[in-house]
């Protein structure tokens, strides 16, 4: 395993990133007049599709023209793939009306808002690619500012603990029940979990920053290989989502430190991960693998697209929630918070829940699973409009300075990105919220770990085994 730090580079002034924001806010203005000019509600218009799609493939050309990326595997790239993907891959099918339903496994779909969900997509889309590119030109330097090595014993010993008391409280047979249809009580093995994606992303930030400032460091084997063996146990019994998030975090700062993966070798990996997670999806609940319709490999990112129409429909209907259907993402920080706040309320408070039994209600339905929800229909549902070009333009902007930042070996944005790079893959299909939690639980761990290390002076002799 090559752990030679890549080379560092200097990126000047650029007039082309200035006039790319400039045509990128142009086209950005004229998707808004589309979008003002679209009735409330229409017949899904294939023509008006294709211009979008158009729009936004012209967009992310200029963009990554204009990154000139040398690494392929980092949040930008992952997280664009896949709101393309969830945003405008479904509406390509409409016109096979079976196998459109399919793709929102069979449940009903608000036509008529279909075409200014498109519009939606979009316009976040420019959003957060003006933010990126907004981030102010950067120096990254081959002295790195501070050559400071970090001892990780303490969030080492918090994972093995974490690990062992997720087992032992019933944490694996949770989940093998929740994927077989059986009776799942998870009593407090979520928040154990939470506790061990946390860690584990904090650890291995750590070690492959030690590893960057100091060739020689050993990494901790010991922890290192527990994160991978749990992520693989937590794989292997059908959680995509935790695993995922483990091994994400690892090769997302591997790849930005270590070896960059260009955009050949990151689109081999790309179809290898999709197609994986489509086999654990189906074997996890004893489906039958069928691969006639190629598209449905992406069910899992199709199914939450729907709910951009839904939240659409629900504001048309019923006016903004002004932040409500987002408070849980915040108020879910402390553990048990929502139940002892909200009770049975707690529905009201995320955009998920509130649309799910939304739409069980107009099935006649109970609530039977989860149809999850998107990061634009969560912000829509609350600010409209506005909300979507401001927090997009928001999001790109932080995690791009996130990355400046760390590759100049700020170690707390770099855990911060890290946690990032771990849900990559999911913030398209959740909240805009959804790696709040992540975040500050993660630079809660880090911090307790320096406090100790400089206020306690941990002896090194006591962590040799961890080293």
Not at 104 to 133: E, H, Q
Not at 428 to 433: A, C, I, P, Q
Request: proline fraction near 3%.
């Amino acid at each position: 395993m090559n752990f030679f730090p890549v080379q560092s580079v200097q990126v000047k002034n650029s007039k082309y990133r200035k006039a790319a924001i400039l045509f990128l806010f142009s086209l950005l203005l004229l998707t808004v007049v589309v979008y003002i000019l679209q009735p409330p509600f229409a017949n899904v218009s294939m023509a008006l599709f294709y211009f979008i799609v158009v729009l936004a493939g012209l967009a992310n050309f200029i963009y990554f023209k204009t990154k000139k990326k040398v690494n392929y595997l980092d949040f930008d790239t992952i997280f664009i793939f896949i709101f393309c993907l969830v945003g405008f891959s479904t509406t390509f099918f409409y016109e096979d009306r079976l196998l459109y339903r399919a793709l929102f496994l069979g449940f009903p779909v608000s036509d008529l808002f279909v075409n200014r969900g498109n519009l939606l997509f979009l316009i976040g889309l420019f959003g957060y690619l003006i933010g990126s590119l907004s981030v102010p030109d950067y120096l990254i330097i081959s002295k790195y500012y501070n050559r400071m090595i970090i001892n990780s014993f303490v969030p080492s010993v918090i994972l093995l603990f974490s690990i062992v008391l997720f087992v032992l409280s019933g944490g694996i047979s949770f989940y093998m029940d929740v994927y077989t249809g059986g009776e799942a009580v998870p009593g407090i093995s979520l928040h154990i979990l939470l506790v061990i994606i946390c860690t584990g992303t904090v650890l291995i930030a750590t070690e492959l920053y030690n590893k960057r400032n100091l060739f020689s460091y050993k990494i901790k084997k010991i922890s290192i290989v527990s994160i991978f063996l749990f992520a693989l146990v937590l794989m292997l019994i059908g959680n995509r989502t935790a695993s995922s998030q483990l091994f994400l975090a690892f090769l997302g700062v591997y790849t930005m430190f270590f070896l960059n993966l260009d955009f050949k070798k990151f689109c081999i990996f790309l179809l290898l991960a999709i197609f994986s997670m489509w086999i654990i999806q189906n074997t996890r609940a004893n489906y039958e693998i069928d691969i006639s319709a190629p598209i449905l490999v992406i069910s899992d990112l199709t199914i939450p697209s729907r709910q951009t129409y839904a939240a659409i429909e629900y504001v048309y209907r019923n006016g903004l929630t002004y932040g409500r259907t987002m408070s849980l993402g915040i108020i879910g920080l402390v553990p048990f918070l929502p139940s002892i706040l909200l009770g049975d309320n707690v529905r009201y408070f995320s955009t998920g829940m509130l649309l799910t039994e939304r739409t069980f209600e107009q099935m006649n339905m109970q609530v039977e699973i989860g149809l999850g929800s998107t990061i634009i229909a969560d912000i829509y549902l609350s600010f409209g409009l506005l909300g979507v070009i401001f927090l997009m333009f928001l999001l790109g902007y932080f995690v791009n300075k996130l990355y400046v930042n760390s590759m100049n070996n700020e170690y707390y944005s770099l855990i911060v990105l890290s946690v990032m790079l771990s849900n990559s893959v999911f913030i398209v299909r959740d909240s805009y919220l959804f790696p709040l939690r992540f975040i500050v639980w993660s630079v809660i761990i880090a911090s307790i770990n320096i406090f100790f290390i400089s206020t306690l002076k941990i002896n090194q002799k006591v962590t040799r085994y961890f080293l």
